[in-house]
């Protein structure tokens, strides 16, 4: 499960902020209560209440904290209570402040957790190991602490994920972070038959009505069987529903049953009345349903000797869906009627173009050298468009499966990556994480109201666009399970 971010910004409340900021009225200091925190400098209930007052005044807020530190150097609250409220804020300087705070005292174990995440935000990721590292050894016994640990090898490591991971289940079987650490290992692994045994483990020992983790895990697991085990699939909804009344769970029962009673009548013959029954099925809202029912039906379209019938199906599926199983289906479809390779690709092609319409002409500046950029100045090559931003964890994520397609097709085609951030308060992240050399796109900050129909309300939010300008896909993600479906997709549209 892929969970993304939604950020939506009202410009007329952005310039009423601005305008009560500009009147001092975000930040009404109470005298008294700095009057306290200065008798009690190490008081957290009194830094708490403090910050709580300053709202989203980061800069006045800051701007005080700085002085206070200077009246008392030796207290590590005073930068400890900033710095996590900044962490929790998204703001660049909480680096800066968590810094303060193990100075004062190294011996803070959620300070070191929260400079490791912090780091990851500036693209520093293995310096982001050290630092969890060394909270989980202060306190092994904390959950959390070693989860974090265990993820942040993920960028980077994947076999040393994996061990972490796993013995974060073993280390604290039956708390919810255990629950966690399986949902994300089975989430992220490959082998379809793994994958299995841990959702299994997962149902196993964390019900589904005490942890949300198993609740989410379980509706991926259903996704898997409906490809590998039909039978199982409709055994797991079905135990699901009766158990649980979960509403969710009956059109996952109902999906998984119409696909079983289709899958009898085409052994059995009733190729027309399969047919029929997987229309229904096709229009699912369930999407591994959905793509099981389009492929199904296409079998039993060809079944009847109606091989281009079976294509256009799936062609149909595709142009809604990318999927890369789908479209080998209707490539092994073109290659039994005598298309070779690329003549599947123009009958996919010509339809994904019929759809495509120009691309709004994006601009803004580049983070670079802050000259001028906009997406005519690439066109005759490909476009890779996203919209990040640097807190952005699901965006990390797909950065690296990005990086490795791109390497791969170097030479094949020409592609323009570009990185737009949605979020300009966090702005000072941008250069420093590009200079990690965590990801190779040109890193753009443009205008929200003059976007047009590249529509970013969620990040990440993907685009791509062909070299005459016209947008070919959009709403897509990468992960671990469908890497090659943007290399697929990049060589359609090349």
């Known amino acids: 499960m892929i969970m993304r971010i939604t950020i939506k910004i009202s410009v007329g409340f ?19 209560l700095l009057k306290k925190l200065e008798q009690y400098p190490d008081s957290l209930e009194l830094h708490q209440e403090f910050i709580e007052q300053a709202k989203s005044n980061m800069d006045t807020l800051i701007s005080q904290y700085e002085k206070l530190r200077e ?7 005073i930068p400890y209570t900033l710095g996590k409220a900044l962490f929790y804020r998204s703001h660049p300087e909480a680096r800066r402040w968590l810094e303060y705070a193990l100075e004062a005292d190294s011996n803070q174990a959620e300070v070191y957790m929260l400079y490791g995440i912090d780091a990851g935000r500036w693209g520093d990721y293995q310096l982001g190991t050290v630092y969890l590292a060394k909270a989980s050894e202060m306190e092994p016994e904390n959950p959390d602490y070693a989860f974090y640990e265990a993820n942040s090898y993920g960028m980077y490591d994947q076999a040393t994920y994996t061990e972490k991971m ?3 289940t073993r ?48 509706s991926d697991y259903f996704d898997v069987l409906v490809d590998s085990d039909l039978e ?18 009956l059109p996952r029962l109902r999906g998984a049953q119409k696909l079983l009673r289709s899958e009898g009548l085409l052994k059995s013959g009733r190729t027309d ?8 099925a096709v229009a699912s809202s369930i999407s591994a349903i959905s793509r099981r029912a389009v492929l199904l039906k296409a079998d039993a379209f060809a079944s009847q000797g109606e091989q281009r019938r079976s294509m256009d199906v799936l062609k149909m599926f595709f142009l809604a869906n990318p999927d890369i199983v789908v479209y080998e289906k209707t490539e092994s479809l073109g290659v039994s009627v005598g298309m070779d390779r690329q003549q599947v690709k123009d009958f996919i092609k010509s339809a994904l173009l019929k759809e495509a319409p120009a691309a709004t002409d994006l601009r803004g500046t580049s983070y670079i ?13 490909t ?4 919209f990040w931003f640097p807190t952005c964890g699901p965006c990390h994520a797909e950065f690296p499966h990005f990086e490795a397609v791109l390497q791969k097709m170097k030479g094949q085609h020409e592609i323009a990556y570009i990185g737009v951030n949605i979020v300009h308060d966090q702005d000072d992240y941008v250069m420093p994480f590009i200079k990690k050399g965590s990801t190779s796109f040109i890193p753009m900050k443009d205008s929200p109201d003059e976007r047009g129909n590249l529509i970013a309300e969620a990040a990440p939010t993907n685009y791509l666009i062909d070299k005459d300008g016209r947008i070919v896909f959009r709403d897509f993600l990468i992960n671990d399970k469908n890497r090659g479906l943007l290399e697929l997709m990049i060589w359609l549209v090349g």
């Open 273 to 280: 009345e399969a047919i029929d029954s997987l229309s229904v």
């Open 369 to 381: 050298d802050h000259q001028p950029i906009k997406l005519s100045d690439f066109r005759g090559k």
């Open 71 to 77: 009246k008392f150097p030796a207290s590590p609250t």
């Open 383 to 386: 476009i890779l468009l996203t």
């Open 166 to 168: 796993n013995a974060v």
């Open 171 to 218: 280390d604290f079987a039956g708390d919810g972070t255990a629950a966690k650490a399986l949902y994300w290992l089975a989430d992220k692994e490959t082998d379809t038959l793994k994958k299995i045994a841990y959702y299994r483990e997962l149902s196993e020992r964390y019900p589904i009505g005490e942890f949300s983790f198993a609740r989410s895990g379980m």
């Open 232 to 249: 199982a699939a409709e055994a797991l909804a079905k135990r699901i529903w009766e158990q649980h009344a979960d509403s969710a769970w």
């Open 14 to 32: 952005a310039l009423l902020a601005q305008l009560i900021f500009k009147s001092g009225l975000l930040f009404a200091q109470d005298p008294e």
